[in-house]
């Protein structure tokens, strides 16, 4: 399959024609409106800097909230509740935190500070969402994505002691739940997710999910 170059207009050729490893388009800009179109196509930009790249990977790694799997340390957490938990509480702070994390094998982040600006205007405008846990009243873990009809895009998440990050996935996922979402996409795999019962789908399933 070919590799498409974007210009200045928003548009996106179709999800079919990426590339085996998920790459569909390059360039283009990082727009509000781009991304909003984005993300309704199951398309999602990540770039370590330069030109962006446009992807939407097949199989699609999501997790449904009613297949959670919490552990029998975490429900202790839980139910003691051991951090704080906040939804939509200082969206740009959690922004930062997430393009500061570490990250194994990732020698830089594709958190710019261009990205930090365009996602909280998506913040200000109801599409992005956040959610962060608390101690001693310190930001210590968190997470953000996109809100697309009934799925949730997530896109990054941080901690900064033990379980935080998390903590703060497994009370979104709960309160997700509790108003009607039906699938948060994780796009690609991670242990860390697949142990929190995230699993693969094809993309054809997730884009027909999406609508």
């Known amino acids: 399959m070919p590799l498409f170059a974007l210009d200045e207009k928003n548009w996106f050729p179709p999800v079919e024609d990426a590339m085996g490893d998920g790459l569909l388009a390059f360039g283009g800009d990082i ?15 990540w770039y370590d800097g330069g030109i962006p790249l446009w992807w939407s990977p097949d199989p699609r790694f999501v997790l449904f909230p ?42 830089g982040t594709w958190i710019s500070d261009e990205f930090i600006s365009v996602y909280s205007e998506l913040h200000r405008m109801g599409h992005a969402h956040c959610a962060s846990v608390y101690k001693d009243g310190e930001m210590v873990g968190g997470l953000y994505g ?3 009809n009934n799925v949730f895009c997530g896109e990054s998440m941080f901690s900064h002691v033990s379980n935080a990050s998390k903590f703060a996935f497994i009370r979104y996922v709960q309160y997700l739940d509790s108003i009607g979402i039906e699938l948060i996409d994780c796009q690609v795999h991670t242990e860390h997710l697949e142990s929190l019962g995230a699993r693969m789908i094809s993309r054809n399933e997730f884009c027909r999910l999406l609508q």
Request: hydrophobic share 35%.
């Open 146 to 148: 996109i809100r697309v």
């Open 66 to 107: 009613g297949e959670l799997r919490i552990s029998h340390s975490m429900r202790q957490l839980l139910k003691k509740d051991a951090f704080e938990f906040y939804i939509d509480q200082d969206f740009t702070e959690v922004m930062r935190n997430c393009q500061q994390a570490y990250r194994k094998d990732q020698p």
């Open 31 to 45: 727009t509000v409106e781009r991304l909003l179109l984005a993300y309704t196509k199951g398309i999602f930009p």
